[in-house]
């Protein structure tokens, strides 16, 4: 029997109402088990799709968990913007369906894979849907980055710091920082510094199979690594940070009227027409 699997932050209010109801639409139809991320989750899982039930910042979770384990979601919207997880909770079974009939097609979207290294040891793999950042450990101190791409040295500055981007990433901080949108399926990086103390620091677009890295100095902190907003981990003056885009890659299912640039559109206010004769009135 089709084995599907409900994902959610159990402690978040109103959640455990949403899950049981869309428990009791799809058990009629296929194996459910549900999934806190509040608690601990198996290292071993066998699912033929997951069900993601909160906001963006539950999605991102999600699929830090998923992709390696080759499981792929549909993203049911319980959150303010709703950005990934686009599916409205009254299309969940609808969308289900369309997923395990093959009627639906996914988004396969690249994931980045980060690691800190040091003299004497390299630390532990991070991974990331959105963006891996670099940032100083206490706000407002400077850091400085410089930055390589294939071994080859592309710049150097002093500022808040840099944020490394997925395509789908693009319209998350890297956005809010001055960097270019994305289409969410292309297989690409993004580089943005934040706050270049200089004039000639400009975001790139790069290959998706370039190895970015960042080596990095500070005087009066350590350096944050960040992936996904979520996940943090520590890296002393002169260590350096490596990128590259992951081995495995989220499958998203969305709502077949779902597109990227409809969401643009809607939820970031892109290209919106002003009505000039009322701003005059």
Not at 145 to 174: E, P
Not at 177 to 182: A, E, F, I, K
Not at 247 to 275: A, C, Q
Request: net charge negative; proline share 3%; with cysteine.
């Amino acid at each position: 029997m089709t084995r599907v699997g409900l994902f959610a932050r159990m402690s978040r209010e109103g959640v455990t109402g949403h899950v049981d109801r869309q428990l009791r639409s799809l058990k009629r139809l296929y194996r459910v088990e549900v999934f806190d991320f509040d608690g601990t989750l198996p290292e071993e899982l066998d699912l033929d799709l997951a069900v993601v039930l909160g906001g963006d910042g539950t999605l991102l979770g999600a699929a830090r968990y998923l992709a390696p384990r080759g499981i792929s979601a549909v993203g049911i919207n319980l959150g303010r913007f709703g950005f990934l997880a686009g599916c409205d909770a009254s299309r969940c079974v609808s969308v289900v369906e369309g997923a395990l009939s093959g009627r639906l097609k996914a988004v396969s979207r690249s994931m980045l894979s980060a690691r800190i290294l040091s003299e004497d040891a390299e630390g532990e793999k991070m991974s990331a849907l959105n963006d891996v950042t670099l940032t100083a450990s206490v706000p407002a101190h400077m850091i400085g980055v410089a930055l390589l791409i294939n071994g080859t040295k592309v710049c150097a500055f002093q500022g808040d710091g840099l944020i490394i981007a997925t395509a789908t990433g693009s319209t998350a901080y890297n956005l809010s920082s001055g960097g270019p949108l994305v289409s969410p399926s292309e297989d690409v990086i993004i580089l943005t510094g934040l706050a270049p103390h200089t004039l000639s620091i400009r975001p790139m677009v790069i290959s998706g199979d370039d190895v970015v890295e960042a080596q990095v100095s500070a005087r009066h902190s350590d350096i944050a690594v960040t992936a996904d907003g979520q996940v943090a981990r520590i890296v002393s003056p002169g260590g350096l940070l490596r990128v590259e885009l992951a081995p495995f890659r989220f499958e998203l299912y969305e709502d077949e009227n779902w597109s990227f640039y409809s969401v643009v559109r809607s939820k970031l206010g892109w290209g919106m027409e002003l009505n000039y004769a009322q701003d005059s009135d």
